[in-house]
Structures are given as structure tokens and as C-alpha cells.
């Protein structure tokens, strides 16, 4: 039985943080042997249409406004297009009505129309947009609990480079 060694992240599983970390051991079953480490995290076994779609939904969720808007629709819960576009600051109408749109797509939110002259369109996010509630929560806690860190790290990096181009 071989033993592999998992890319060092934090895993969200069933919306609770996983810090224990674990290696994984491969064999010919389906099923993954997980043994308690230190350095290293579990690495669950998905089909491909699982990576897949977990890859793509990762890029469109950990983009720059999916988020925000998530986060708007839960402190507001309904709220129409010129709304949001007035809470969010820096986006543009045309990147919101992308963000929108994939975010129905994927089930995130849901869009009512009215037929009324001038349109009325609500955004309303659903329990699977709900659902990633912990999940965020659980990103900004990580945030808070390591910006010092962070912005130590980017204090640093700062440095180096100005030694280097000067150097």
C-alpha cells in the first residue's frame, strides 16, 4: 500500500473546518485509509464529475464578487438589481449581471421577474446558496484569525522585492 501526501490546505467538509491533518493511503478499492499526521490533509476519493464540477465551482464562487453578493443577499435576503448594484460599490453593471447570471446557473440564486414598465427583477438566494453560509463564514473566521500573519507575510514579500530590484 502506498502512501501519498495531500497538498497542505484546509479541507471544508459538511460545513465544519477540518485542521487535523491526515495522509491518505491508496489501494485498490474505492475506499481511502486515512492515517492522523501532521502535515498533511485528507484527500477525499470523487468521480471525475465530481472534480470537475468542483473545480469549475470553485473558480466562479472564489471569484471577486460572487461572495459579496452572497453576502448582500443574506444580510437583505430580496432585493432588486439597482439595489444590489447601490450596496455593492465598485462593481459594474455588467459584472453583476454576470456574477448574477452564473450564480442562477448554478443554483445560487433565484431571479423573479415582474412584468411591470420599468422592469422589476428580485435575486433571492436559495437554500443551496444558503447552505454556503458556513462556508464563508468559516473563510472570513480563518481571515481574522490569521491576518496578522498575512499581512506579515505580504510585509515581508515587500521588502524582498524592493532588495531585489534594487540588488
Known sequence: MKKKTAPKIIILTKMKVSHQMETVSSSRSSEA???T???VC?????????EDISQELMGYIADKWTLVVLEELHDQNVLRFSQLRKAIPGISQKMLTQTLRQMERNGLVTRKVYPVIPPKVEYQRTELGHSLGPVICGLWTWVEENSAVLMAARAKFSAQSKISVQG
Not at 45 to 50: C, E, H, K, L, P
Open 33 to 35: 485509509e486515512v492515517v
Open 37 to 39: 499526521g501532521s502535515d
Open 42 to 50: 485528507t484527500t477525499p476519493q470523487f468521480s471525475q464529475q465530481v
